[in-house]
């Protein structure tokens, strides 16, 4: 049986979650319950074509997107550059779950069910405590919401 070598061999998580945009609202909806103060860290997990990364830099955050879709982190650097942005938003061709997310006080994501247990673990892991998590949509199995406003949900680290 012959494998692939090392350097094209995905990540175990790569790819398990399809490209979904936040709509407007609901990216409206995630700023208001991140009750955002000037110069937080944010990332944006599976940011996509950047609108959330944006949204929070325009609002005053450091926003940071992690992407895996390199065809979408192009999209999100250009928008990035066309909004005047690239000193407070910035996207990062990468694997979220092999990052470490510890410096951040924002995080959001836009999952999907299957991931959202293990995420979680690794949010409690490496998140330090009081550190936000906004979820669109999708809940954390053996997390309380702090909040939930247009099926978007807070989390508080404990």
């Given at each position: 049986?012959?494998?692939?070598?090392?350097?094209?061999k995905p990540s175990s998580k790569i790819l398990r979650v399809p490209f979904v945009?936040?709509?407007?609202?609901?990216?409206?909806?995630?700023?208001?319950?991140?009750?955002?103060?000037?110069?937080?860290?944010?990332?944006?997990?599976?940011?996509?074509?950047?609108r959330v990364i944006l949204a929070f830099a325009e609002n005053g955050a450091i926003?940071?997107?992690y992407e895996i879709d390199g065809a979408l982190v192009i999209k999100a650097e250009t928008r990035i550059y066309d909004e005047g942005l690239?000193?407070?938003?910035?996207?990062?061709?990468?694997?979220?779950?092999?990052?470490?997310?510890?410096?951040?006080?924002?995080?959001?994501?836009?999952?999907?069910s299957y991931i959202m247990e293990e995420l979680g673990e690794k949010l409690k892991k490496e998140l330090k405590?009081?550190?936000k998590v906004i979820s669109n949509v999708f809940?954390?199995?053996?997390?309380?919401?702090?909040?939930?406003?247009?099926?978007?949900?807070?989390?508080?680290?404990p």
């Amino acid at each position: 049986m012959q494998t692939q070598p090392d350097f094209v061999k995905p990540s175990s998580k790569i790819l398990r979650v399809p490209f979904v945009p936040s709509s407007e609202n609901s990216i409206n909806t995630m700023l208001e319950i991140a009750n955002l103060k000037p110069g937080e860290k944010m990332a944006d997990l599976g940011s996509g074509d950047g609108r959330v990364i944006l949204a929070f830099a325009e609002n005053g955050a450091i926003a940071y997107g992690y992407e895996i879709d390199g065809a979408l982190v192009i999209k999100a650097e250009t928008r990035i550059y066309d909004e005047g942005l690239d000193q407070r938003a910035f996207i990062h061709w990468a694997d979220y779950w092999e990052e470490d997310l510890s410096e951040y006080d924002i995080v959001t994501i836009f999952g999907i069910s299957y991931i959202m247990e293990e995420l979680g673990e690794k949010l409690k892991k490496e998140l330090k405590p009081g550190a936000k998590v906004i979820s669109n949509v999708f809940t954390f199995p053996n997390w309380k919401p702090k909040q939930i406003i247009n099926n978007i949900h807070l989390y508080i680290v404990p």
